[in-house]
Structure formats: structure tokens, C-alpha cells
């Protein structure tokens, strides 16, 4: 755990009023977890709602044979909204949420979730909002599953990827980017070369810079 600097809160400022900021300064905690670490596994009890002070989160799906279906991403500023959902029906958690690098999250304790749902109009507006952003992030996936051929779903991948690492250069594996996007390593890599013959990207180790004509 890390101390409670104020420096922290700022990124919730323009969402929150000060009122709030003050009660969420008092009774929440940060938290300090690598990139890689598992945060929030299915079938957990959620002990506290996460707002994500620095860094980013994946958040997925695993079903029963142990494939992974990329959902989306917690950004700066934001939260998971299948977390909120769990909390307001005292459910255990239906996601994996993975620290996609080093990240700080300020941990609220659940007990609170509802209280502050009556109690700060800025809270249930923050809440309200990242449902609906989150929701509308999901029919985006499943349009790609659903609508798009796998040669779109990588490019689109992989500049969301870009966009949340705000890099061309991209640390990724073949096994991950399969494992995220519900296919295999060999689809993959033959996709990514057939990318990189059309020179829209670069292929090395453990990493893909991509180029401006993806």
C-alpha cells in the first residue's frame, strides 16, 4: 500500500465535487500492483470498488476451457463497471481484471458504494456514466466478434493498444494478442506477417512497431 498523497485525487476532480473528494481522500486507500498482476479473478468476492488513479487495467472474460475474450480497458480517471454492477447486486465478480502495467488504484470499501449512490449526485453521475460507457464498449466487442473478419479485429487490436500505450512500439506477443482476441498464435503470426509485407507494421521480439499506414 501507498500513502494517500492528494496528488492522486486530482485525476477524479473534474468528476467528483469537493465535497466527495475529501470523503474519498478519508475513506479510501491506494493500492500499488505491478504490470501482469491479476487483480480481480472470476468468481472473487469484491471487497472494494477500484478507481484507477494511474496506469491501465484489462478487463476480460475466461470461459470454461480457459480462453480469454478481451472486454475493455480501464483508463486514468476511470473504473470497471462490471465491478459497480457486482457491488450494487452483491455478487461475486463475472470478470479477470489484469494490470496491463504498473498501475495505483484507489480502493473504496463496497459498504460505501451505496451510500455515497444517495448521499453525491457526482458519485451516482460516475457511476451512471461508466455503465453506459462500458456497456456500449461491450456491443463494440462483440460487433467485432460477431460482424468482423479477423484481419479487422487485429488492426482495430492493435490500435487500441498503440493508443493506450500512446506508443507506435507495442510489447506484445503473438500468444497474447491470440489469447485476447479468442484465436490462435499461428492465425495470428500470419496475419501480422501479412501485415508487415504490406509494410503497415514492423515484427520483433516480444514487440510490433506499427506504421502510419495501418
Given at each position: ?28 486507500m ?6 501482469g498482476?491479476v ?9 472494494a ?10 478487463v ?11 472486454l ?19 455478487q ?24 455515497w ?51 507506435s512500439?507495442i ?7 491470440g489469447?485476447?482476441l ?17 509494410n ?15
Open positions: 500500500m501507498l500513502d494517500h498523497p492528494a496528488k492522486y485525487l486530482t485525476k477524479f476532480s473534474e468528476h467528483f465535487d469537493p465535497t466527495l473528494l475529501a470523503e474519498l481522500e478519508e475513506k479510501s491506494l493500492m500499488e500492483v505491478k504490470g498482476d487483480i480481480l479473478n472470476i468468481g472473487q468476492n469484491i471487497r470498488v477500484p478507481l484507477l488513479v494511474d496506469g491501465v487495467i484489462k476480460s472474460r475466461i470461459n470454461d476451457e480457459g480462453q480469454e475474450l478481451l475493455y480497458y480501464v483508463k486514468e480517471g476511470e473504473s470497471c463497471a462490471m465491478t459497480f454492477n457486482c457491488c450494487m447486486l452483491t461475486t465478480s463475472v470478470i479477470r481484471a489484469t494490470a496491463e502495467e504498473d498501475s495505483v488504484l484507489a480502493c473504496i470499501p463496497v459498504s460505501f458504494m451505496e451510500e449512490m444517495q448521499k453525491h449526485p457526482s458519485w451516482k453521475k460516475f457511476v451512471m456514466t461508466t455503465l453506459l460507457n462500458r456497456f456500449t464498449e461491450m456491443i463494440k466487442s462483440i460487433d467485432e466478434v460477431a460482424f468482423k473478419k479477423m484481419d479487422e479485429r487485429l488492426i482495430n487490436y492493435l490500435k487500441e493498444k498503440s493508443r493506450i500505450a500512446d506508443s512500439v510489447n506484445v506477443t503473438h500468444q497474447q494478442i489469447n485476447e479468442g484465436t490462435n498464435r499461428v492465425v495470428v503470426s500470419r496475419l501480422l506477417k501479412k501485415l508487415e509485407n504490406e503497415k507494421l514492423l515484427i520483433y521480439n516480444k514487440q510490433i512497431k506499427l506504421l502510419k499506414d495501418l
